[in-house]
């Protein structure tokens, strides 16, 4: 079996992923739990970055078709117009030691803004995203301050892990400090952050 992220675009998808109660930012589709593993063999692999979802799922259908009008004309697998985001998740390759968590308190809007001035810069990589309603004290136990209380008590947040060469300045010059952002003062930071966060995701998943 092959693994990949989820890269799909039509007009009414982020609708239905409204009203299905589903957020893009909760694809976490490299984190895969083999239930029958093999000794020394692997039962799966992740599909290098980049590959075209077209190669695994051919979108051609005939003219006769009832969808081909619909797919030919309004459906994308082009990654910039996906509406989950594109990530890299857990391949075994390609990341670097720097990394950053971004929080973004004011809705999908400036988050999807982010990740879109994050991909004009060549070597960074969006690993990881998440929108979770994250408390008060969660929060501060996170951020390890108390200047975000009101952005927290707002809604739901949506985290962004980011990796890549001076990751920390970058995102930083991008968000300029903006208080509908967060962003990790430096990558030791946002390695304890991450863990912190992971246990947080964890706790909520284990308690639905």
Known sequence: ????????????????????????????????????????????????DGTPIRDFFPLDVPESHQLHSFISQKVSTKPEYSVVPQTFGSRPAGLTDEKCLALVFSGWENAVALIAKAATKPDLRLVRTWQLQLTVENGRRLLQTMHYDAQLAKGPVICLEFNGPQVVPLLQSLTQGNEDFYVSSDSGVADRQLDILGGIVDMQMNSQ
């Open 1 to 48: 079996m092959r693994f990949g992220p989820f890269c799909f675009y039509y007009p009414e998808l982020l609708g239905q992923f409204e009203n299905s109660s589903l957020s893009p930012f909760n694809c976490h589709w490299s984190e895969i739990h083999d239930f029958t593993p093999v000794t020394g063999e692997s039962n799966f692999t992740l599909v290098p």
